[in-house]
């Protein structure tokens, strides 16, 4: 890949490599868009193949960073970082530390977090080395909770939408991923009386939801040709794409999981078959929204954050109007929501600089 090709053809203004010869730390940073403010988002660490594959990841997450953060209306603009490397294996203190040192020479244009293989404690360690660093233990902490609690809002919105009712009792979910957001949402959607079909890559995980929510159990590739009412995808991306289209039996696809649609043409393939796509970075946002309250005056409020995460209904019930009433795909609706707030930011710099 052609990085410096690819940052122009994605809007990228900064990529950063990272390498780190005491510890092994192999990072890459990279920051989409500071139109709204100092770029937020998590830390990813992961076994990726090579470089090429650790850099498409983090320009289509840096990207999705700066739509979710604009829809969610929060003054910060895109950023993402990844780490490569096996989190079960790899992870050490000082590799943490040597991270943190790399992003104290970006001078705060970029702020980490928590993501995809990394956690709380881990960033205890960067923030040895740097202020820059959100999601922090005795803060924010874990965005997992806070992140179930925006799809769970999501998915009520999509049921309201499509039934004009957002009852969740008797209601099929199938949940793609058990890992914390997954479990959350799992709860929430027990709660309600929902019945649970659930996979993982990791078997222990679906027998302790067959066991604590009564959920039924089906292998990993299984879940796409499982008739039900939801599908929610909580694990990887690019889940939905043409492979996995035809397969599917459901009748809204809503989850936690980043860049859903393999390709952006993939909503319209959704559209096409009459299923309701809740847009990922609108209805997963309720964890940067836990995560950006600590950097808010005052301080974190446990309290605020999660008035603010249930807003995400608000958000999603637009979208889906707005796709409606246009004659679009919800995934173009959702990105004409965040692209209006970033060009109202952009009238109001214009007009404070004349």
Not at 26 to 49: D, N
Not at 119 to 142: C, F, I, N, Y
Not at 258 to 284: S, T, V, W
């Amino acid at each position: 890949m052609k990085t410096l090709a690819a940052m122009q053809a994605e809007g990228h203004e900064q990529v950063v490599f990272f390498y780190d010869q005491a510890t092994g730390l192999r990072a890459i940073v990279a920051i989409h868009s500071t139109r709204l403010g100092p770029a937020l988002g998590g830390c990813r660490m992961w076994p990726y193949r090579d470089e090429e594959e650790a850099l498409y990841d983090v320009l289509r997450l840096s990207k999705a960073m700066t739509y979710k953060n604009a829809a969610m209306g929060l003054p910060l603009g895109g950023g993402k970082s990844v780490i490569i490397g096996d989190p079960r294996k790899d992870k050490t203190p000082q590799l943490f530390e040597a991270f943190g040192r790399c992003l104290e020479r970006l001078g705060g244009a970029y702020i980490t977090a928590e993501d995809v293989g990394t956690s709380p404690e881990d960033m205890l360690a960067v923030q040895r080395m740097t202020t820059h660093v959100a999601g922090l233990p005795g803060k924010s902490g874990d965005p997992s909770p806070a992140t179930a609690f925006g799809v769970y809002n999501g998915i009520k919105a999509c049921l309201q939408h499509l039934f004009g009712d957002d009852s969740l009792a008797g209601r099929r979910v199938a949940i793609q991923g058990l890992g914390a957001v997954g479990w959350h949402l799992c709860e929430h959607l027990h709660k309600e009386g929902a019945q649970l079909i659930v996979t993982d890559i990791f078997p222990e995980k679906v027998q302790r939801a067959v066991a604590a929510f009564g959920a039924t159990a089906v292998e990993p590739d299984a879940i796409y040709d499982v008739e039900c009412d939801v599908f929610s995808p909580c694990a990887l991306g690019a889940v939905i794409n043409d492979s996995t289209i035809p397969r599917l039996k459901a009748r809204i696809v809503a989850g936690s999981a980043n860049n859903q649609l393999a390709e952006a043409r993939h909503a319209e393939a959704l559209q096409e078959r009459g299923i309701l796509y809740a847009p990922d970075f609108i209805i997963n946002g309720g964890g940067v929204i836990n995560v950006a309250a600590e950097l808010a005056p005052g301080g974190y409020d446990r309290e605020r954050a999660y008035r603010q995460v249930a807003t995400i209904r608000d958000k999603v019930a637009r979208a889906l109007a707005m796709a409606e009433e246009r004659g679009i795909s919800t995934h173009q609706a959702a990105l004409l929501m965040a692209e209006e707030r970033l060009e109202r930011r952009e009238a109001s710099m214009a007009a404070a600089n004349i």
